[in-house]
């Protein structure tokens, strides 16, 4: 019989949906937008193809070829799909009433807490 607590550390699965932006004008891969839905919203996070970090946008479809000036297009969009490992990494809180050992040791902090006032 599987623990129900053990089930709630799995890690989860967050899809989403990147499109990359090339130039209309020379061919130029610029970067990428990544968006939680389909289809692509104006204002997603842009990943500039030149390794700056990714930064919201309002508009992407005001960007701009970094080469030559040029308008962007989508090139393509794919479903990736991230796994949230810090969701995994956190402990459920228990339930039920905490071990003796434990009542003791926070009531002697709590003491020790007031005793220094």
């Known amino acids: 019989m599987s623990d ?7 890690p989860t699965d967050h899809t989403v949906y990147l499109a990359e932006l090339q130039c209309f004008m020379c061919g130029h891969v610029v970067g990428s937008i990544e968006a939680d839905r389909k289809p692509l919203l104006p204002s997603d996070i842009w990943r500039p193809a030149d390794s700056s970090p990714p930064r919201r946008v309002a508009d ?33 809180p228990r339930r039920g009433r905490p071990p003796k050992w434990l009542v003791e040791q926070r009531r002697r902090a709590r003491e020790a807490g007031e005793a220094r006032f």
């Open 4 to 10: 129900p607590a053990s089930n709630d550390r799995q």
């Open 60 to 92: 992407w479809r005001s960007l701009r070829c970094s080469r030559c000036g040029g308008p962007l297009y989508t090139e393509g969009v794919e479903a990736v799909v991230h796994h949230d490992e810090t969701e995994a990494l956190r402990e459920a």
